[in-house]
């Protein structure tokens, strides 16, 4: 394209400015989870914008996890402030795979650097394994891949709960959300979750044992197993 | 609270029907980045619905980086499919940092967690290191601590980006990004940057030379001095 010498001016938003001032009232007054926003249309007439103006900034709030939906609560209730990160990054990440714009491989490449990780961590600091613990028994009366997968994600999410670091288990999280339909999938296709099963034992058994170096590798032998075609091997 | 037997029905909001035709529109029938979106007021007629929720159900698919701002471009343009997980995740973590429900803390373990594995990987590969050496001359002739700082994020997104996985390398971005200010009065602290820049050059030179483990050791060293009171040490 010819440079004309003529640069776009930066159009902000009015629902842009609307979130500006909820962000800079969050970073310093000091709002934080629990409190409650002013009402749609106080909100509206305090700042001087429309009321849709601030209806779209809290749709954006709502998606970044920040907001609690109102739903019933009706129009004179007013947001109250909330902390999800990994349900709005369960969304980021499943329209980003949608797009094909990530792939599976980079997906399960972080998720396996995460897991790792985590199950040092746990090991290391002798965490409680009680939820591993029942996710094991709940895969063991899965009666389809669905079910499987369903306890298979929260024995992952415990191992990442159970490092003490939340946003990691955040991303966690959001990772085998995202991957559902994917992991189900690779469920069917192994049939036999007999193996799937045994690495779940040495897991747990090694976090328990304090082993970290053990858990570490066999977070890796489980997912060379759950995923054959696709796991990257040790970096 | 005592329960009357009574569940509250799940209100699904318009903008939330408009949302999940998009993403059906997505994974089923293969639009893609470059692709665009029927224009605001077409979309709404097609689906029956006001062009406010077909705008709120926009704002939520820019936040997430998945369609592009159109400023400027008047309601008839269409929005465009995009992909900037990056920039959706920077927004999301700087909120919820915001509102201290994350620690600084917890967000320094997972840069880490991300740091060590890409550094390894960047080794491993012997990737291309030019971006590396273009920002420690950038950091040498910073002349504030804003401007060291801006050097140094593009240094450590840098090794993300040579890891080859653009979902980890989106991830460091966005907290590099979210914990801009906290950089910034790091290095002021610390006034003297001769050290952080020893351990870039060997950083730097690990993974020239293809030291995978030297490169681990050499991020690890490298965060320990600059968050001397924050940072965990090695798990």
Chains 1, 2 share one sequence.
């Not at 746990?122 to 613990?133: M, Q």
């Not at 193996?195 to 779940?200: E, G, K, P, Q």
Request: glycine content about 6%; some cysteine.
């Amino acid at each position: 394209m010819e440079d004309t010498g003529w640069r776009p001016v930066k159009r902000t938003r009015t629902f842009e400015d609307v979130l500006a001032q909820i962000e800079r009232r969050i970073t310093e007054d000091g709002l934080t989870v629990g409190d409650r926003l002013p009402a749609e249309r106080q909100l509206a007439e305090q700042l001087g914008v429309s009321r849709s103006s601030v209806r779209e900034a809290m749709r954006v709030l709502e998606t970044l996890g920040v907001v609690s939906s109102q739903v019933g609560r009706g129009p004179d209730a007013g947001a109250v402030l909330t902390s999800r990160p990994d349900s709005a990054l369960t969304d980021l990440l499943r329209l980003h795979l949608g797009l094909a714009t990530l792939e599976m491989r980079e997906v399960i490449d972080t998720r396996h650097m995460i897991e790792q990780w985590a199950a040092a961590q746990a090991a290391a600091s002798r965490a409680d394994t009680s939820a591993l613990a029942a996710a094991l028994a709940g895969m063991d009366a899965a009666r389809t891949a669905e079910e499987f997968v369903e306890h298979d994600t929260a024995f992952h999410c415990a191992i990442a709960d159970a490092s003490g670091n939340r946003l990691i288990a955040a991303i966690m999280r959001s990772l085998r959300d995202s991957m559902r339909r994917y992991s189900v999938e690779a469920v069917r296709r192994l049939g036999d979750t007999s193996v799937l099963r045994a690495d779940h034992v040495r897991i747990l058994e090694a976090i328990e044992r304090g082993a970290a170096g053990e858990a570490t590798r066999a977070v890796s032998e489980h997912l060379a197993h759950a995923y054959p075609s696709l796991f990257a091997g040790p970096g």
